[in-house]
């Protein structure tokens, strides 16, 4: 394809989400470490919701962001550092902060009708000399259309790259496709694919975006990642050589890493179950899984009426509150209904 495909690994960030935020200097060091060495474009740290995420809705970080990436960065000479930041949740201060701290690009991450939203802290990311990405997330809740006009938004606010994140895992390789083409039908800047597992489709759907176009993609060691995890970064590259499609990355050594590095810290099992399928059924953001399970466990209800009362209620990333209001609403029902009879 005469192309180089520029590689993300978000394990970092992402991964985060699925062991409850705990990474340490140290875990971040060995991981970067390895990156480096096998050639990655870059790495994505953090907690799960980005820099200034460390909150009780969310999770706890065990160290923050800050530390964490001043760590990546000790070990990185030609792999950047980046790392994600939602408006109203970060701030721009907080961008400053991870900059002096070694930071080389960020993703601003919005919902997918509100490039608006990200605009300043493109700007401000722009100003500070980071590789500024508009990242869309939830981008299987809009069409094609309208998600291109979106990214055209971006590409104005001086955005070097567009991503759109199918957040839930909730998409096909032709949802893929579409997209893509979309998109590149607006705008000239770089375009780039995050995915999720949760139908099994996470290595497929970012092989079929860059086959539609994309010059950048994101995987994770092992997979590791909100839901059912993301497309596994060292299938993804495999498979790109199979293809004959250039990265510049070291497969054996992604794999090394995987296997000494990752593997050790996963928490709960990946394999694709019925509660990560209605994920991406439902199309409900990827990190809400955990907490609907913990939640299931704890009142003693079934999971599946959790995710179905959150795809009809169409949430998106940050309403995490409202699986809390959904079990309380579950077991009034049910106390009624003992009542009744």
Do not use: W
């Not at 971040?28 to 799960?48: D, N, P, R, T, W």
């Not at 400053?96 to 509100?114: N, P, Q, S, W």
């Not at 990200?118 to 069409?143: C, N, P, V, W, Y």
């Not at 990190?287 to 704890?298: D, G, T």
């Amino acid at each position: 394809m005469g192309r180089k495909i520029k590689l993300i690994d978000t394990t970092m960030r992402d991964g985060s989400h699925a062991i409850h935020h705990q990474y340490t200097k140290e875990k971040v060091m060995a991981i970067a470490k390895g990156a480096e060495e096998a050639g990655l474009y870059c790495i994505e740290v953090g907690h799960g919701a980005g820099v200034g995420g460390s909150v009780l809705q969310y999770g706890l970080e065990k160290e923050s962001t800050i530390e964490l990436i001043k760590a990546a960065k000790s070990m990185c000479k030609n792999t950047k550092v980046g790392t994600l930041l939602v408006p109203g949740l970060g701030t721009m201060e907080d961008l400053k902060k991870a900059v002096e701290a070694g930071l080389d690009l960020v993703r601003v991450a919005v919902h997918c009708t509100e490039a608006d939203v990200g605009a300043q802290h493109i700007r401000l990311a722009k100003s500070l000399g980071l590789e500024a990405i508009m990242f869309f997330m939830m981008t299987h809740m809009t069409s094609p259309v309208e998600l291109a006009e979106q990214a055209k938004m971006a590409e104005e606010y001086g955005a070097d790259v567009v991503y759109f994140a199918d957040s839930s895992g909730a998409m096909t390789p032709d949802d893929i496709k579409d997209r893509v083409n979309a998109i590149r039908s607006k705008v000239s800047i770089p375009i780039g694919v995050h995915t999720h597992n949760n139908l099994g489709l996470g290595v497929g759907n970012a092989i079929a975006g860059i086959v539609a176009g994309c010059d950048y993609v994101d995987g994770t060691f092992e997979g590791l990642g909100a839901g059912c995890g993301n497309g596994n970064l060292q299938a993804i590259v495999a498979v790109l050589n199979k293809m004959g499609i250039e990265t510049g990355v070291d497969l054996y050594k992604l794999i090394e890493v995987g296997k000494n590095e990752v593997r050790p810290i996963i928490e709960h099992s990946l394999e694709i179950t019925g509660e990560s399928i209605l994920l991406g059924y439902i199309g409900i953001y990827s990190s809400f899984y955990l907490h609907v399970i913990e939640y299931a466990e704890k009142f003693g209800i079934d999971s599946k009426l959790i995710f179905e009362e959150l795809g009809k209620r169409k949430v998106v990333g940050g309403q995490e509150d409202q699986i809390l209001d959904i079990c309380h609403e579950i077991i009034e029902k049910r106390k009624g209904n003992v009542n009744e009879k």
